[in-house]
């Protein structure tokens, strides 16, 4: 009976061992398999699908180092240092010796900024491997560090913010990840007014630290203040997606939007050629925002454009200098200001304007194209200007014209006349009538408003020059007939 008992147990141990073996060779051939595939993929950048093959071979053996090391190699591929130095710290558990987790190791803990722990990592590789050139370098890179940071905060505490900058500079190549070095960086950038380089701090911050929405106030605020309202709007969502009732970026984000609002409505106005509709959307986005050059600069700009556009010459004109007090070498403002010049007759005046606007920015076409304007304006000024002729302005409408136009006619006609000069009095009725066939024909009138008389053979490219008109005939070859009726 014992003899039996003890067979069948010898038995069912060696049945057992069978199948553990058959178990551990089935797993360490799914390992094999996983770790095969994983090269694969790593080799052809498939990073998340060699990730999960990682995955598979730890977690059919957490003891296997290999397997670990493989897939910290992994995480650092893909920028997730975190996650690789848990792996790391279990193949240096599991195999102290392994020089080349140390090395991981020891570069993820610089790039993080725990310079220390780094240092220690280095040094101990340096006992198991005295001769390793890569730990020889760090160890000598790393033990200055902490006097360069003490110096760095010692600048920036004098307000050398300039030589702090070069050493964080210094530092930070070595410790990019480090979230102190970062911030004490952007903070001397700000200081010393290097916004954009700054926001680079800034941007790295929201990804190194467990609540970014400070950072991202913060990169909202300088773009906001720098002019780029649609930029300061992404990165204030970015905070409100995290905490959406949080008490900076949400009254941050209110401004903006409604900032945004008015601006937007704005241009759409004037694209549509609402004039005092956009004035007023300008008007309150200036009351929104009275103090950022960028959107004052922007708003009274556009206000001094949208009175040029109305044709009100004097509210045009102060819009226009107030721009123009801000930033005097804002074109578009100089351009509409010379306009108006034009609309006052004082042509001098509008070459003048567009010639400083060229000395800005000479490649403009608007600013060629104006000035190019004026100096006919001015010529042609100088020898007729039909405007003058019925003393009318150059905005006048088609009604006044004709008003003028009667006005004169019964005045100079040479068949009412009552002086005795009846030349004079022709002379003046063709210059009336002359003046009317011009301003009542709006195509005629454009080529006028151009600087070109459209009644003027040698501007037209004939012969000759002089006056056109004759008396009882017709007119530059188009068969203009005098007549005139009393009512």
């Not at 004097?314 to 200098?321: F, L, N, R, Y």
């Amino acid at each position: 009976m014992a003899i039996a008992c003890s067979l069948r147990g010898r038995l069912f141990v060696m049945a057992l061992s069978f199948q553990l073996k058959i178990v551990l060779s089935a797993s360490s051939d799914d390992i094999e398999n996983h770790l095969e595939m994983g090269k694969k993929l790593l080799a052809q950048g498939q990073y998340q699908d060699a990730l999960s093959h990682y995955h598979a071979a730890v977690e059919a053996d957490p003891t296997n180092y290999l397997t670990h090391f493989k897939r910290a190699t992994v995480y650092l591929a893909i920028g997730k240092s975190k996650s690789a130095l848990p792996d790391l710290e279990r193949v240096i558990e599991l195999k102290p010796d392994f020089l080349q987790a140390r090395i991981h190791r020891g570069n993820v803990l610089l790039k993080q900024g725990k310079r220390a722990a780094a240092l220690q990592e280095f040094e101990q590789l340096l006992k198991l491997d005295p001769s390793n050139a890569e730990a020889m370098r760090k160890v000598d890179e790393i033990r200055p560090t902490e006097d360069d940071l003490v110096a760095a905060k010692q600048l920036k505490e004098s307000e050398d913010c300039e030589g702090a900058i070069v050493l964080l500079g210094k530092l930070a190549e070595m410790s990019p990840w480090d979230p102190e070095l970062r911030s004490l960086r952007a903070d001397c950038y700000m200081r010393v007014g290097k916004y954009m380089e700054a926001t680079g701090d800034l941007r790295s911050l929201t990804k190194l630290t467990t609540d970014p929405t400070g950072y991202y106030f913060q990169l909202s605020d300088i773009q906001y203040q720098l002019g780029y309202l649609e930029d300061a709007l992404r990165e204030v969502r970015e905070c409100l997606k995290l905490e959406p009732d949080h008490k900076t970026c949400f009254p941050h984000y209110k401004k903006l939007k409604k900032l945004s609002k008015l601006l937007l409505g704005a241009d759409d106005a004037m694209a549509e050629g609402r004039f005092q509709d956009a004035i007023t959307k300008l008007e309150a986005a200036l009351t929104t925002e009275p103090t950022v050059y960028s959107y004052v600069h922007r708003a009274k700009t556009k206000i001094c454009h949208c009175y040029a556009e109305m044709k009100d010459i004097d509210t045009a004109m102060k819009t226009c200098d107030e721009a123009l007090e801000l930033d005097d070498n804002n074109v578009d403002a100089m351009c509409d200001r010379a306009e108006m010049y034009i609309l006052k007759d004082m042509f001098e005046e509008a070459v003048s304007e567009f010639q400083k606007a060229k000395n800005v920015n000479g490649e403009s076409q608007k600013v060629n194209d104006g000035l190019n304007k004026a100096q006919k304006l001015l010529k042609q000024s100088q020898k007729r200007d039909y405007y003058k002729i019925l003393g009318i302005r150059r905005t006048a409408t088609k009604s006044e014209i004709s008003k003028a136009y009667r006005k004169l006619a019964v005045k100079w006609h040479p068949d009412q006349y009552k002086g005795e000069d009846k030349k004079k009095a022709e002379k003046k009725f063709i210059e009336i009538a002359a003046a009317k066939e011009v301003l009542s024909d709006p195509e005629k009138r454009a080529k006028f408003d151009a600087g070109e008389d459209p009644l003027d053979p040698e501007a037209q490219g004939g012969g000759g020059g002089g006056w056109p008109f004759h008396p009882g005939g017709g007119f530059g070859g188009q068969g203009f007939q005098f007549k005139f009726h009393f009512n």
